[in-house]
């Protein structure tokens, strides 16, 4: 074999390894998308900031039948995420972990974009306060509910529905509509000393008072009513030190590109 075809084959066979390679290691990072509404009609609830984590499955923020702890008390009471943010990550360290920030009012659509790696979280936990409320959230008890990628990094679930039946009470603070966030004064606070439960029926004791939005809250849920989705958009993004192997397997093929042409040029001379 000439020694000319030897180099372009090697050189060849390398950017072909350097391509295989960098294909394979980008599998695992992908951008998500998480598109959240409120799905009921003017009037009606509005929930605070939705806290959320892609995760290894390893976080459980609470416990139907049990005390709520401080973290998703936070949410539950204040919708803040400090506390359940700061639980999450000492519970599940390697997790992606955020915000979509913002009230969601009736009706309204916000969203953020998260990079996650689907070889280690696979898994969506959420948690976000439900306003007008003393402490009721909306938010997943089982860490393992929401697979959301499998083995292979494909998204198995587009789209999160929460009903008016999947509404917790904390039971961590008394229900009245003075001390209620969102239409009351929350420094008046209560403590319950209960344990957490399903409740959204609480929500049509606050008929006829006036939100912090501005408008008159009418609630006319039932159990079968929805009221929050999330979306999941999920894009492809190559890792950095793929784009290093992609480059590297790019000027390889160039290389050998160049080498075949000169060497056909100087082929050509010497016949001439
Ligand atoms: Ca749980
Ligand atoms: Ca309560």
């Not at 393992?144 to 917790?168: C, E, K």
Request: hydrophobic fraction near 50%; charge should be negative.
């Amino acid at each position: 074999m000439p020694h000319s075809l030897r180099v372009r084959l090697r050189t060849a066979a390398s950017a072909a390894a350097l391509m295989a390679a960098a294909s394979a290691s980008q599998a695992a990072l992908v951008d998500v998308t998480v598109t959240v509404q409120n799905l009921q009609p003017a009037n009606s609830v509005a929930f605070a900031a939705l806290h959320l984590g892609f995760n290894s499955g390893t976080f459980d923020a609470f416990n139907i039948g049990e005390a709520a702890t401080a973290p998703i008390i936070s949410v539950a009471e204040l919708g803040s995420g400090a506390a359940w943010q700061a639980a999450f990550a000492a519970a599940d360290p390697g997790a992606t972990r955020g915000t979509v920030t913002g009230r969601l009012d009736p009706g309204m659509t916000r969203s953020a974009t998260f990079r996650v790696d689907t070889s280690v979280n696979r898994y969506f936990t959420f948690a976000s306060m439900v306003v007008p409320s003393n402490d009721l959230f909306i938010g997943n008890d089982n860490p393992l509910q929401y697979q959301l990628f499998d083995i292979g990094g494909n998204l198995l679930i587009p789209s999160i529905t929460v009903g008016a039946r999947s509404v917790w009470d904390a039971g961590s603070e008394i229900f009245d509509p003075a001390a209620a966030a969102f239409v009351g004064t929350s420094s008046m606070r209560r403590d319950q000393n209960s344990v957490v439960a399903f409740n959204f029926a609480e929500l049509a004791a606050f008929n006829g008072l006036t939100t912090a939005a501005g408008y008159t809250f009418n609630s006319a849920l039932t159990a079968d009513s929805d009221i929050y989705s999330i979306g999941f958009n999920v894009a492809a993004v190559p890792e950095p030190g793929s784009y290093a192997l992609m480059a590297a397997g790019l000027m390889a093929v160039g290389f050998a590109i160049r080498r075949r042409r000169s060497d056909a040029t100087s082929g050509r001379a010497a016949t001439v």
